[in-house]
């Protein structure tokens, strides 16, 4: 079974200063992964995904597969990236998303 | 464009009750898929329909069920409810299936057992 470990729960960083969120995650198989984001008052959406390899709202992931990791970076975070984070994985070939249990992001002036 | 519309957005139950929540998909889309939300646990998958097929179901009871209907629009039942099924829970939709990752979430139906 495929699980998602998002070790850290709350992160508080100032704005400007980088910000890393980690996400890792255990399955035997080729997995798709995801970052969502829920700003306040707002739904759920995607911010991106692996295969995509794109930068969105200059936030960046890299899967790792060797260290079964895919981190979320932004060089220089900005207050309005103050959200909650979810980590998910899909495996290939399966239809169900696991997310793991979210970080919450402040940043302050 | 209209977003996924859940209905209704809160509701108290009491024990042994049972209860249906619906879920409105964005126009065209086929994929409906549910998520539990609790503060313990986080967002956890309940099951994903696609043309009216369940294609896969979390570890939750028998008492956790759902179903499609040919417009798209989705429902999910629980029976028997119990303290623990207190949660907001969510829906998705997504225009091919859970397999591409869009999905795009409705505001979710926040339900407590009492």
């Known amino acids: 079974a495929q699980r998602v470990t998002q070790p850290e729960k709350l992160l508080s960083v100032f704005k400007g200063a980088p910000v890393e969120l980690k996400c890792n995650y255990s399955?035997?198989?080729?997995?798709?992964l995801f970052w969502y984001v829920q700003y306040s008052r707002q739904r759920l959406q995607l911010l991106l995904r692996?295969?995509s390899r794109e930068s969105i709202k200059g936030f960046t992931a890299d899967l790792n597969k060797g260290e079964t990791s895919f981190h979320l970076k932004k060089p220089f975070a900005q207050e309005e990236d103050s959200a909650m984070y979810y980590c998910?994985?899909?495996?290939?070939?399966?239809?169900?998303?696991?997310f793991g249990a979210g970080t919450t992001v402040t940043v302050r002036a | 464009k209209a977003g996924v519309t859940q209905t209704p957005r809160y509701l108290i139950k009491t024990r042994g009750q049972q209860v249906t929540l619906s879920c409105s998909p964005i126009?065209?889309?086929?994929?409906v898929s549910w998520y539990q939300q609790t503060p313990g646990q986080g967002l956890q998958f309940l099951f994903e329909?696609?043309?009216?097929?369940?294609?896969n179901k979390g570890n939750f009871p028998g008492r956790f069920s759902g179903r499609q209907f040919s417009n798209s629009r989705s429902e999910m039942n629980v029976s028997t409810l119990e303290l623990g099924d207190s949660a907001l829970y969510l829906c998705?939709?997504?225009?091919?299936?859970?397999?591409?990752?869009?999905?795009?979430f409705g505001e979710g139906s926040r339900l407590t057992v009492l």
């Open positions: 998705a939709s997504s225009l091919e299936g859970i397999d591409t990752g869009e999905l795009f």
């Open positions: 399955y035997s198989g080729s997995p798709e």
């Open positions: 692996h295969i």
């Open positions: 998910a994985l899909r495996p290939l070939n399966d239809y169900k998303l696991s």
């Open positions: 126009s065209g889309h086929r994929s």
């Open positions: 329909y696609f043309s009216e097929t369940q294609r």
